[in-house]
């Protein structure tokens, strides 16, 4: 069974950073895709990011040119670059991996940002 682990959440104010980190229980290679969804206080889930096992980035057009994504293959470890926050990105951010068995979930992140 598959882990995800997300960590680098917090509270932040508008115009800040963060970045967050999924680390994955097997090799990130084994995935087809990672990704980042997030989810505020009574909204549906959103996608944020995605990076196939090819390296190939998406990002939603809400965070276009402030987010970026990334992965370090030695550390099995994805990460999310938040810059200039606002308070509209404040959520739960949770990363995800897809393989030919499924997907699977970490247990979210969460990130706050005031204005």
């Known amino acids: 069974q598959v882990q995800l682990v997300e960590s680098g959440g917090g509270l932040v104010q508008a115009g800040g950073s963060l970045r967050l980190s999924c680390a994955a229980s097997?090799?990130?290679?084994?995935?087809?895709?990672m990704g980042w969804y997030r989810q505020a206080t009574g909204k549906q889930r959103e996608f944020v990011a995605i990076?196939?096992?090819?390296?190939?980035?998406n990002v939603a057009d809400s965070v276009k040119g402030r987010f970026t994504i990334s992965r370090d293959t030695a550390k099995n470890t994805m990460y999310l670059e938040m810059n200039s926050l606002k308070p509209e990105d404040t959520a739960d951010y949770y990363c995800?991996?897809?393989?030919?068995?499924?997907?699977?979930w970490g247990q979210g992140t969460q990130v706050t940002v005031s204005s």
């Open positions: 990076i196939t096992s090819g390296g190939h980035t």
């Open positions: 097997a090799s990130i290679f084994s995935f087809n895709a």
């Open positions: 995800q991996a897809v393989d030919r068995s499924g997907n699977y």
